[in-house]
């Protein structure tokens, strides 16, 4: 079940998809209908292989709605896993950085 996090507008989340694309801390999935992407966030140290990558978790692009940013509500109240709220608020600052940083050329610094 999604939950809203963020309404953005179109060219807001374009811009940030954009970024995303670019960055391989992020993973871009296609959803069922063509403006739908999930992006997966992973979490890894400096100068350490691709390989290493881990997933911390996901957040959801124009699936409710067209500028809709949603987090998937099973996920953040998952308790069997002690730090599972722990990465939902990791994923929660990396969309605000995401959405007030994200331009073309920015190195940006996150969380993960």
Do not use: W
């Not at 179109?10 to 940030?16: A, D, K, L, S």
């Not at 890894?44 to 957040?59: D, I, S, T, V």
């Amino acid at each position: 079940m999604h939950t809203v996090y963020k309404a953005i507008s179109p060219e807001e989340m374009n811009r940030i998809l954009a970024y995303c694309k670019q960055h391989t801390l992020f993973e871009i999935y296609p959803g069922e209908e063509g403006s739908q992407k999930t992006v997966i966030v992973n979490s890894r140290q400096e100068n350490e292989p691709l390989e290493n990558f881990k997933p911390l978790g996901a957040f959801y692009c124009n699936y409710l709605g067209e500028g809709i940013i949603s987090l998937d509500q099973e996920e953040s109240d998952y308790d069997a896993m002690p730090s599972a709220q722990k990465h939902v608020v990791a994923i929660k600052q990396v969309i605000d950085i995401l959405i007030e940083r994200a331009r073309p050329g920015a190195q940006l610094q996150f969380p993960v």
